[in-house]
């Protein structure tokens, strides 16, 4: 073994020079690849005994450049060295065989040694997913059944999407070592703009400035406003996640839904990263599914009853103390106090806690007096300790700041070009305009690659500008790894073509939904049901465009037919989407005008309801709410 040819893949110079010094003095024959390109062809060309690789090599990055190596020969053994263990499951989705040894940095010279001889000798099949990691969950979601999902996921410590479909409508939560990292949804309700404007952050001009924007420019939301001036790259940070903090929160509301849970890690190289600690979540369930008027009814019931903490609670207590730090809400359960008890020790008004109790009561951490004790009360193995940002302090649900000081001049630029990077096409990655030349293309690798090493960055004291480095980092090298192949560079143009194709049918039903919006709002009903029939047309499955029209349709009609018409069509919409709050609202409205008053003032109160904001509020901090 001490004869074998090693390829080392490595781009910082003194770690690839240290690597070739021990390998050399163990008796390997050697050869050091500073980029992903040039590993490649050195691949290729000398077909080494073994390959040593850094994941976050630029030019081809590590990940993918694995992927390009198994083309060429699929049994040379292959050895990866990685800054965390995170890496790893990327390479597990593959199966046992594909990579023959995996290193964290730092490592000693004995542990390089041993990686080697036994990716050379033994022909290691690779690490095998562990025994623990959850297999794929399905099923339908009862009232209570998203709280579990998230906390057993939490338990198991899973990497993957879970989907929620109910009628064509989908919202997917990514979750990363058990906690919900972000949300994406297929409805025009819940895009970027659409919060802004609801929240109020942008008006109707905004809106329409910043679509034009996009349209003409081909960026995205966040791009465009900051070009816009609108808003700056840290509002835009903070605003997006309090909007994939709310596209969770409202899948609480989605009884009936399908979903199913997917081990798959291939979103961590697109999707921005948003840590949630889901107990949180559960309350917000809670409180999204129940008035305050129940949630003080049951209070009023269980006022006297003992609170028993289980074995979850303990496993468990750092994530509630992230509920409430003051005192630990793990102390207090532990003392087992009565729920009037728990209410003094919180310092919440009681309906808040009453969503407290229920959250954990569906998560298996407490029980009460009368309650059957949880089949399982331990875990079969314990929540990851890792944390994707390097800080669990950003677990924190009162911690609204995005993580960069404002008088941080280096943490601004590195946030703008994160922003830019995760989930832009490859184009805007390097900075450049779409059709730029091959010399340009280049020129942009070169300077982004120098400007976002994540060496230049060891230093700096903030944790996520770090983070956010290392990720433009790796999109960098795989936009260039892309754009630097004329084939896969004109395949490239294509997908964005069509992809501003479908962009542009989406414009123009939304611009039609407008439209018929401010016609509406002029009293011109006939010309409303007109425009919101064009953007209906043209996205039948979108529920937001379906409830406009069968408002339209019902104020248009001209006998009880039109009006059933209108208001089945409104219905079906809610039906697909049931935390639509707009849908809601015009069927309360519907009622009103029918003289249905009796059954319009619970469909307003539960728009208003869904609309409340409590997303991203600490507990800690309700203490204020007294009387409210």
């Known amino acids: 073994m001490a004869s074998a040819h090693v390829l080392v893949i490595e781009d910082n110079p003194r770690i690839g020079d240290k690597l070739i010094e021990v390998l050399r003095g163990a008796g390997f024959e050697t050869t050091l690849a500073r980029d992903g390109l040039a590993g490649h062809r050195a691949f290729t060309a000398l077909r080494p005994d073994l390959v040593l690789v850094e994941h976050l090599v630029p030019g081809i990055e590590g990940g993918r450049l694995v992927d390009r190596l198994r083309q060429v020969d699929e049994e040379v053994p292959i050895v990866v060295m990685a800054d965390s263990g995170r890496a790893q499951t990327r390479f597990l989705q593959h199966g046992p065989g594909f990579i023959q040894g995996f290193l964290i940095k730092p490592f000693r010279v004995p542990e390089l040694l041993a990686a080697v001889e036994s990716a050379l000798g033994g022909r290691d099949p690779g690490p095998e997913p562990d025994a623990g990691a959850p297999q794929t969950l399905e099923g339908v979601l009862g009232p209570d059944d998203l709280g579990r999902l998230l906390v057993t996921l939490l338990r ?353 039903a939304e611009d039609e939904l407008g439209r018929g919006e401010a016609r509406l709002s002029a009293g011109d009903v006939d010309g409303a049901r007109l425009c919101f029939a064009r953007a209906h047309a043209d996205a039948p499955g979108e529920p937001l465009f379906a409830a406009w029209l069968g408002y339209a349709t019902f104020l248009a009609a001209r006998d009880d037919d039109e009006r059933e018409e209108g208001e089945t069509l409104l219905k079906e919409a809610i039906a697909r989407d049931p935390s639509l709050d707009v849908g809601l609202e015009l069927l309360a409205r519907l009622y009103e005008a029918s003289g249905r008053g009796d059954a319009a003032v619970p469909l307003a109160q539960r728009a208003a309801h869904l609309r409340a904001e409590v997303s991203g509020v600490g507990l800690g901090a309700e203490r204020t709410l007294e009387g409210a």
Not at 235 to 264: H, I, K, N, P, S
Not at 396 to 403: A, M, S, Y
Not at 475 to 504: H, W
């Open 156 to 508: 198991r410590a899973a990497i993957g999407v879970l989907r929620l479909q109910k009628d064509g409508a989908r919202r997917d939560i990514y979750v990363l070592n058990g906690l919900p990292v972000f949300a994406e949804s297929n409805l025009l309700s819940e895009t970027f703009g659409r919060y802004l404007r609801a929240r109020g952050t942008i008006d109707e001009l905004q809106y329409r400035a910043v679509r034009r924007y996009m349209e003409a420019h081909g960026v995205r939301q966040g791009e465009a406003l900051v070009a816009l001036e609108i808003l700056n790259n840290q509002e835009v940070y903070g605003l997006l996640r309090g909007q994939v903090r709310e596209r969770v929160a409202r899948c609480f509301t989605w009884e009936g839904a399908e979903y199913a849970f997917f081990e798959d890690a291939r979103f961590l190289d697109d999707k921005l990263m948003f840590p949630m600690n889901p107990l949180a979540l559960v309350v917000e369930g809670v409180l999204r599914r129940r008035t305050p008027q129940e949630l003080q009814a049951w209070f009023d019931a269980h006022r006297d009853d003992e609170v028993h903490a289980t074995d979850v609670a303990r496993e468990l207590s750092t994530f509630l103390d992230r509920l409430q730090r003051e005192p630990p809400l793990s102390a207090l359960l532990a003392a087992a106090p009565t729920v009037g008890a728990l209410a003094t020790g919180m310092h919440l008004v009681e309906p808040r806690v009453a969503a407290v109790i229920e959250a954990l009561r569906a998560a298996e951490a407490i029980v009460l007096a009368d309650d059957p004790l949880p089949a399982s009360a331990t875990l079969p193995a314990g929540p990851a300790a890792e944390f994707v940002l390097e800080s669990a302090e950003q677990l924190d649900p009162e911690r609204d700041d995005p993580g960069v000081v404002v008088s941080d001049p280096v943490g601004e630029r590195v946030l703008a070009r994160y922003l830019a990077a995760r989930g832009g096409d490859h184009y805007t990655v390097l900075g450049l305009t779409r059709g730029a030349d091959e010399q340009a293309i280049e020129a942009a690798y070169l300077e982004m690659s120098r400007s976002y090493h994540p060496d230049r960055f060891t230093d700096h004291p903030d944790p996520d500008v770090r983070m956010r480095a290392k990720e433009v980092f790796i999109k960098v090298g795989q936009a260039f790894g892309v754009l630097s192949d004329p084939r896969q560079r004109e395949t490239y143009r294509r997908r964005l073509e069509e992809q501003a194709t479908l962009s542009g049918q989406r414009f123009a």
